[in-house]
Nanobody
Framework: QVQLVESGGGLVQAGGSLRLSCAAS????????MGWFRQAPGKERDFVAT????????YYATSVKGRFTISRDNAKNTLYLQMNSLEPEDTAVYYC????????????????WGQGTQVTVSS
């Protein structure tokens, strides 16, 4: 198993930037495909980005492509999400997740989740 803890959320003005981190412990971090998801109040949990085990392949939701960058440091057991040009519509709780297997944009295919970190973007 792997345990995941997100950090780095906060309040930012539109157009600003934040970097989220997800610290992993337990089973070898590099064994997992990782993803970021987000959930706004009253909405379903949506896919944001995913990265393969060695970090050389990524995939993004259309709504964040070109603004967000997912990366990982397997030596530090940490996943990142650099978020630039933030918009009020990006306001949500952001979750990191891990799965054994290839890329997936489906939340139910991820078996391990962090507790989430709140990102609020003011207009």
């Amino acid at each position: 198993q792997v345990q995941l803890v997100e950090s780095g959320g906060g309040l930012v003005q539109a157009g600003g930037s934040l970097r989220l981190s997800c610290a992993a412990s337990g089973r070898t971090f590099s064994s997992y495909t990782m993803g970021w998801f987000r959930q706004a109040p009253g909405k379903e949990r949506d896919f944001v980005a995913t990265i393969n085990r060695n970090g050389d392949n990524t995939y993004y939701a259309t709504s964040v492509k070109g603004r967000f960058t997912i990366s990982r440091d397997n030596a530090k057991n940490t996943l990142y999400l650099q978020m630039n040009s933030l918009e009020p519509e990006d306001t949500a709780v952001y979750y990191c997740a891990a799965r054994i297997g290839v890329f997936s944009t489906l939340s139910y295919e991820y078996g391990y989740w962090g507790q989430g970190t709140q990102v609020t973007v003011s207009s």
